[in-house]
């Protein structure tokens, strides 16, 4: 693995058995969160590396599409996952891992949790909407079942800054 640089994508590199779990790892995660397998495999694979990678050489070490990898790679920087940095000398786009966990809970809750949040809470409006046109009015058990949801998006609201507080309260 030494002494081949990032331009050289003809050399097949292996990637070490440390590095496999840890993709493992990350891609359990980005599974568990609804998030495409690809995800997990570039993200645990860029933890790994010391040194910046760019798209080819991400395409060439974890034998991925240039597709998948433009995608992964795409929706790791909305996130906040991934930030590009750059190599001197190497005009393409090289990135590495952002290794904060209060920066990558606080990407995962601004473009995942409180999109879904805003929406939910539009449903749960439209829910209203539909139980009060019911023939003969809400029942009781329509009324109890709203009740539940708008207590649990009030407790959601509440619980997500305090788990954003808490976090940027970390030192990582």
Same mark, same amino acid.
């Not at 939910?120 to 109890?144: A, F, N, T």
């Given at each position: 693995?030494?002494?081949?640089?990032?331009?050289?994508?003809?050399?097949?590199?292996?990637? #070490?058995?440390?590095? /496999?779990?840890?993709?493992?790892?990350?891609?359990?995660?980005?599974?568990?969160?609804?998030?495409?397998?690809?995800?997990?495999?570039?993200?645990?694979?860029?933890?790994?590396?010391? #040194?910046? $990678?760019? &798209?080819?050489?991400?395409? /060439?070490?974890?034998?991925?599409?240039?597709?998948?990898?433009?995608?992964?790679?795409?929706?790791?920087?909305?996130?906040?996952?991934?930030? $590009?940095?750059?190599?001197?000398?190497?005009?393409?786009?090289?990135?590495?891992?952002? &290794?904060?966990?209060?920066?990558?809970?606080?990407?995962? $809750?601004?473009?995942?949790?409180?999109?879904?949040?805003?929406?939910?809470?539009?449903?749960?409006?439209? !829910?209203?909407?539909? !139980?009060? /046109?019911?023939?003969?009015?809400?029942?009781?058990?329509? +009324? #109890?079942?709203?009740?539940?949801?708008?207590?649990?998006?009030?407790?959601?609201? $509440?619980? +997500?800054?305090?788990? /954003?507080?808490? +976090?940027?309260?970390?030192?990582?």
């Amino acid at each position: 693995m030494t002494g081949m640089s990032d331009s050289d994508t003809s050399e097949v590199v292996k990637i #070490e058995p440390w590095e /496999q779990e840890m993709i493992v790892l990350f891609t359990s995660a980005a599974n568990m969160f609804g998030f495409r397998k690809s995800v997990g495999t570039i993200y645990g694979y860029l933890f790994c590396r010391e #040194e910046p $990678l760019n &798209l080819e050489t991400l395409m /060439q070490r974890l034998r991925m599409s240039k597709g998948t990898v433009s995608q992964g790679l795409s929706f790791l920087r909305k996130a906040g996952a991934v930030k $590009l940095t750059f190599v001197p000398g190497d005009r393409r786009e090289h990135f590495q891992p952002e &290794l904060s966990l209060k920066k990558l809970v606080a990407g995962f $809750l601004r473009d995942q949790v409180y999109p879904h949040m805003e929406s939910g809470g539009e449903r749960i409006d439209h !829910i209203e909407e539909v !139980i009060h /046109q019911e023939k003969g009015g809400p029942s009781k058990i329509m +009324l #109890e079942r709203l009740k539940s949801l708008r207590s649990w998006e009030k407790q959601a609201k $509440l619980l +997500l800054p305090i788990i /954003q507080k808490f +976090l940027s309260a970390g030192k990582s």
